[in-house]
Structures are given as structure tokens and as C-alpha cells.
């Protein structure tokens, strides 16, 4: 199944996306799940499987998408998680995963204005796989660990690249709001048994500057569900940002910065196309 969370006059939902449209799950089933998140706790994804064939109750084009989960508890980010991107950077591969923390609201949804900060025009691209949990891991195997996975997503992990650097710590440069996105949908894991099978790509305005396979990475899927598992309890909903290929605008000469007028795609094979423009912050 491909789910979605979006807004549709005025009212939050969730629903399936389908061929000519999205099934309102939300409408059908929100006196027990008030949104998407809400479902996965409730281990009922049973339930919106028994709304596969129902016709669309609303066309793709007259929502407002939302990120998979507006409302997660946690969302872990992986750096420096890419043999490619390593690389680039200089680095020798970290003995342990790289983690970070990002807040809902520097995430938008799919088609939506990710903002330029007044304050920097340093906004990099990160194209990225996102998992969302669908069970409980408290200490979990890697062997064990996809049974924990819902579903994957694309992220566009935007970041401010000099209040990144400002210290050793990430968290002012990754959490700038609404730099990032999330998105289109989340594609269940039944889709796709062996996540090392994706394909990232990140295009600027049709350029391609990010292209790798997922099975690139340092840390595996399961070794960053065991490694976060150990050190905090995943709840369904939570996500896990399992870090960049190589190309960040960052090293490149000249830089390569996100600017106002931009249309970004991140595209995982099997997944979806996450695509957002690219403005700059309202004067307040």
C-alpha cells in the first residue's frame, strides 16, 4: 500500500493512495484513528488494507500534502551514513552511526515550499530513505529488525550549512523550520522485502546530483534499527533518516545551494518522487 497524510478543506486525513485518486481513510475511520500515526500504534494497517478497492473519495491534486507522519515523536537522522558521501567528505567511516535529532515542524510535505531561512542562504539538499516504525523495538536484533518497519518514505533532509558548522553539535543546521520535507506517501513494507534495493536520486530543476543505491550505505537498515533500538525505545510512527549519498552542494566547487524558484525531486525507485520548490522565508 502507498498511505498518505493530507489536508482536504480545511480537515486533516490520512487515506491509500490509488489510481485516480486517495481513499479517505481518515473519514471513514477517524472516530478510531484520528490520523496515520494513530493506526500504526493500534497495529491496524489491516484496516486500511480492507479499503484497497474502494474507489477514490479525492483527486491527488486538490489536497495539501502533509509528511508521512506530521505529528512523529521522534525523528532520528543519520550522518555521514553513505560510503560515497564518507568520501567526499574526507572522513574515514565512523566506528558507530552518527546520530541526530530533527522536530516535526522542519519537515514539510510533498508539493509544499521548503523555506530559506532569512538568516543563511547555506540551504543544502540531502535526498535521503526515511523508515517509519510499525511496532514497538525496545533492544531489538538486527536480524529481527524489519519486522519492525511500517514503511519507507523519501526525505529531502534540508540543512543550513553554517549553523550546522557552528559547533561540533548538528542541531541548530537541522532543524531550521520547515527546511525539510517528507514524502509523497509511505510505501508499506510488504512492498519491499529488502530495502537495500532502492535506488536515491536527487534532482535540482532536472539535474541530476545525487544518484546511488541504498545498499551504499554504512550502517544498514537493521544495524540502525538494532543501534537506536539499544539506547532508546522506537514507537510506532517514529522515524529514522538513514542519511545522504554522495554530491551534498556543500563540497562542491562552487557550492551548489538550494535558492528560491528551485524545484528539488527526490526519487527512490519504489517508492515515489518527493518534490517541493523552494522559497524564501515571509518577512515576519
Known sequence: MRLISFEHEGRASFGLVREGGIVDAGRRLGEQFPDLKAVLHA??????????????????GDVIHQP??????????????????????????????????????????HDQAIVRPAVSTDLDYEGELAIVIGKPAWRVKREDALEHVAGYTCCNEGSIRDFQFHTMQFTAGKNFYRSGSLGPWLLTADEQPDPGQFHLQTRINGEVLQDAPVSDLCFG?????????????????????TGTPGGVGRVRKPPIWMKPGDVVEIEITGVGILRNTIADEEPS
Open 43 to 60: 497495529g491496524a494497517l489491516d484496516e486500511l488494507h480492507a479499503l484497497e478497492n474502494t474507489a477514490p473519495d479525492v483527486g491527488m
Open 68 to 109: 508521512v507522519i506530521p505529528n512523529a515523536e521522534k525523528i532520528l537522522c543519520v550522518g555521514i551514513n553513505y560510503m560515497g558521501h564518507i568520501k567526499e567528505t574526507g572522513r574515514e567511516p565512523p566506528e558507530y552511526p552518527v546520530m541526530f535529532t530533527r522536530f516535526a515542524d522542519t519537515f514539510v510535505g
Open 221 to 241: 537498515i537493521p544495524e540502525l534499527i538494532e543501534y537506536c533500538s539499544t539506547w532508546t525505545p522506537l514507537a510506532p510512527g517514529d522515524i529514522i533518516v
